[in-house]
């Protein structure tokens, strides 16, 4: 393989509120971010990704540059859709010529040479660069059909994911802690577990990773997954996707936190989706379920939609923030930057870089804002870097825009 792109389409691109400041495929679906996956199952690094206009400085560990507007992307290589959630048991091998799942293409490999104004705007389905004639290679895995697919598919995928992970790392003896039920437990060497933790293992394994802490009294449900240095403070953590370097403390379930970020204190979350760099304040609360057990409804650039999913909480853009005691309603959508505090219940929709403490928001000043998320970074010893600042501004002024 030459290489390897990763590319948003025209539906990627409507991903809110994490499509402002990422692409999809630096997105968490279940124990995993989607270019890992595909870098995986490719068996090479992603070479670029194709995006919005607005995420060309996007700059953050591991992850591809975006291709550039006069760039050529050379024959043999491999486009993959974002959307595209492939299995971690997968191959891409050398001889395909597009990869296929539900009817739909979700890789191709060109031809010929392409220049990327073709797939600049997102609106060109893979299957018009496929050959013609030749049917794709099925390909096991899971398109993102909406945003909310992140949340509704989690279980699922987090009790096939967990048992290929954890099946490829080095394991640690599990001393200390009660494990319940018969899945597999995976306890990654370098995880820590006190003393009166119980994993639960009757409804789906548990896999915690090298540099993760457990605190005693907290109770592990699985399918489960505890990402790298991660801190688990106490309480009852069920079905969920913690990634690297967060904090969690409370009771939370059916949720992802992408990483870096922190939920230091009590308070519910359920059925989230938690960007990068978000920090929910003491007490910080979400309605996952309305009181007539109907299907919930969720804010998109399209108007408010139905998800189909009874249990559906918040999606918090990255570097959300929230004050003591906000209560998130059922279906609540937090704008990228979003600063909003207050014990009164929040609208659906948050706009980025919201400040206040209900409607009308004020606007975050921008200067505010990059001071405040270089702050935070710095703790976690992590750098915004000039990339970082110029992305996040253009963020800022997109937002400004639209609204």
Same mark, same amino acid.
């Given at each position: 393989m030459k290489r390897l792109y990763l590319f948003d389409d025209a539906r990627a691109r409507q991903f809110e509120p994490f499509s402002l400041t990422r692409p999809v495929s630096e997105l968490r679906a279940g124990a995993e971010i989607i270019r890992k996956r595909w870098e995986n199952i490719a068996g090479t690094k992603a070479y670029g990704f194709i995006a919005a206009s607005h995420l060309a400085d996007f700059d953050e560990a591991g992850a591809p540059p975006a291709v550039a507007a006069e760039e050529t992307i050379p024959s043999g290589s491999v486009i993959a859709n974002s959307r595209f959630v492939p299995s971690l048991s997968g191959v891409i091998d050398d001889t395909s010529v597009s990869y296929g799942c539900d009817g739909a293409v #979700?890789?191709? &490999?060109?031809? $010929?040479?392409?220049?990327? +104004?073709?797939?600049? &705007?997102?609106?060109?389905?893979?299957? $018009?660069?496929? *050959?013609?004639?030749?049917?794709?290679?099925?390909?096991?895995?899971?398109?993102?059909?909406? !945003?909310?697919?992140?949340?509704?598919?989690?279980?699922?995928?987090? *009790?096939?994911?967990?048992?290929?992970?954890?099946?490829?790392? +080095? /394991?640690?003896?599990?001393?200390?802690?009660?494990?319940?039920?018969?899945?597999? !437990? %995976?306890?990654?060497?370098?995880? *820590?577990?006190?003393?009166?933790?119980?994993?639960?293992?009757?409804?789906?394994?548990?896999?915690?990773?090298? /540099?993760?802490?457990?605190?005693?009294?907290?109770?592990?449900?699985?399918?489960? %997954?505890?990402?790298?240095?991660?801190?688990?403070?106490?309480?009852?953590?069920?079905? #969920?996707?913690?990634?690297?370097? #967060?904090?969690?403390?409370?009771?939370?379930?059916?949720?992802?936190?992408?990483?870096?970020?922190?939920?230091?204190?009590? /308070?519910? !979350?359920? +059925?989230? %989706?938690?960007? &990068?760099?978000?920090?929910?304040?003491?007490?910080?609360? @979400? +309605?996952?379920?309305?009181?007539? %057990?109907?299907? !919930? $409804?969720?804010?998109?650039?399209?108007?408010?939609?139905? *998800?189909?999913?009874?249990?559906?909480?918040?999606?918090?853009?990255?570097?959300?923030?929230?004050?003591?005691?906000?209560?998130? @309603?059922t279906g609540c959508v937090v704008g990228t930057g979003a600063n909003v505090y207050g014990a009164t219940t929040t609208p659906k929709r948050i706009p980025p870089f919201a400040w206040g403490d209900g409607e009308p928001y004020d606007r975050y000043d921008l200067k505010k804002f990059l001071e405040v998320a270089e702050r935070m970074m710095k703790r976690r010893h992590v750098s915004l870097t000039d990339a970082s600042r110029r992305q996040l501004q253009a963020a800022y002024d997109m937002s400004r825009t639209a609204e």
């Open positions: #979700c890789a191709v &490999r060109i031809r $010929q040479s392409i220049d990327m +104004s073709a797939l600049a &705007r997102g609106d060109i389905a893979l299957e $018009q660069l496929a *050959s013609e004639g030749l049917g794709p290679t099925p390909l096991a895995g899971r398109w993102l059909g909406e !945003v909310w697919d992140l949340v509704g598919q989690l279980g699922e995928q987090l *009790s096939e994911d967990i048992p290929v992970m954890g099946s490829s790392l +080095s /394991g640690g003896a599990i001393e200390k802690a009660t494990i319940l039920g018969n899945h597999k !437990v %995976y306890l990654e060497t370098g995880a *820590s577990i006190e003393p009166f933790v119980i994993i639960d293992a009757s409804e789906g394994p548990v896999l915690i990773r090298r /540099g993760a802490s457990v605190a005693a009294f907290t109770r592990i449900v699985g399918p489960c %997954y505890i990402g790298e240095n991660t801190i688990i403070v106490g309480d009852a953590i069920r079905a #969920c996707s913690i990634g690297d370097v #967060c904090k969690v403390r409370g009771e939370i379930s059916g949720s992802i936190m992408l990483g870096h970020s922190n939920k230091g204190h009590t /308070g519910f !979350v359920g +059925s989230s %989706y938690i960007g &990068r760099w978000v920090n929910l304040g003491a007490g910080t609360t @979400t +309605s996952n379920l309305k009181n007539t %057990y109907g299907n !919930v $409804q969720l804010w998109t650039p399209a108007g408010l939609r139905d *998800s189909g999913l009874q249990f559906l909480g918040s999606l918090m853009g990255d570097h959300a923030k929230t004050g003591i005691g906000t209560m998130l @309603t």
